[in-house]
């Protein structure tokens, strides 16, 4: 409703705090003004900070993800698979995915029919001695593995490339003293070694580290001569000045051990130590260390 004043003139509604401002803003070119200037003054200011997030990409680890797949494999070829390569795999994903490829492992596949293809072995015998100290080489599945007196006198690692250690077989035939003569630090997992008469693992010297494997000794009437796991180390023999720090013994964990007159036997200074046995319903699985007291 209209008012009026003591003359008796009309007088319009005022306006209210919400609509005076807006009004003012419309009708002064001065506050138009701001506006663009507002906008380039907070440009200005977060362009300095954009640059600074921007910094890490110029760190090194940026600088070598810019080269393509083919290089990064080529450069971790040259790193040793354990610990080096082994630690590479654990940066990121796509390192990882590189660190492990097949192509910078040592293979043993009795099926490949290009043998020419580097790294690719026909027999367990043949990868050992191409083996370079601290290669790794990854035992095919499928089938069975022949062998007989293999002497590993460097470090590096044997690995069974399936799911199960079932999966992966290396049979000695009768007449062999043992499937595998360890005189070096040596790491076996996921593999089957299996022995008709003798033992499957002979540990001369060096840290011999079995994981998820299982070692077999078939039964026969001369069971009690065969033993799956046979220790000669003693103190003059593994105890040297360039080997006093290697921890030398054998370390085994989540092992099936079938058959033999004992699990382990030993015929130098070694002692069986820290046993720990887990039943299955149809297996039982080892834990122990056989090392100097």
Not at 3 to 26: C, F, H, N, Q, T
Request: hydrophobic share 35%; charged share 25%.
């Amino acid at each position: 409703m209209k008012s009026r004043d003591r003359a008796g003139k009309k007088l319009e509604p005022s306006a209210g705090p919400m609509e005076g401002s807006r009004r003012a803003m419309e009708l002064d070119p001065d506050m138009l003004q701001m506006k663009p200037s507002i906008a380039e003054e907070d440009k200005g200011k977060w362009k300095p900070s954009l640059k600074r997030r921007a910094s890490p990409s110029s760190s090194p680890l940026s600088h070598i993800n810019n080269l393509d797949d083919g290089c990064l494999m080529h450069i971790f070829s040259f790193l040793s698979p354990i610990p080096d390569r082994y630690n590479t795999a654990l940066v990121c994903n796509r390192w990882n995915y590189l660190a492990c490829h097949p192509r910078l492992w040592l293979r043993v596949d009795r099926s490949a029919k290009d043998l020419s293809e580097p790294g690719v072995f026909p027999s367990i015998e043949a990868a050992v001695s191409a083996a370079r100290p601290g290669d790794t080489i990854l035992v095919s599945a499928g089938g069975s593995h022949r062998v007989s007196n293999i002497q590993i006198k460097k470090p590096i690692c044997l690995i069974g490339a399936g799911e199960l250690p079932d999966d992966t077989m290396l049979i000695c035939s009768r007449g062999s003293d043992s499937a595998l003569e360890l005189l070096s630090t040596c790491k076996l997992a996921n593999l089957t070694v299996k022995a008709e008469l003798g033992c499957c693992l002979l540990h001369r010297r060096g840290r011999l580290t079995i994981d998820g494997c299982i070692l077999q000794c078939e039964s026969n009437p001369l069971d009690y001569l065969s033993c799956p796991i046979v220790s000669t180390a003693t103190s003059s023999e593994v105890i040297t000045s360039s080997m006093k720090n290697n921890d030398d013994g054998v370390f085994v964990s989540q092992t099936r051990i079938e058959g033999g007159a004992k699990a382990v036997l030993t015929s130098g200074d070694l002692s069986l130590q820290r046993v720990r046995v887990i039943y299955a319903r149809t297996s039982l699985l080892f834990w122990f260390d056989v090392q100097h007291t």
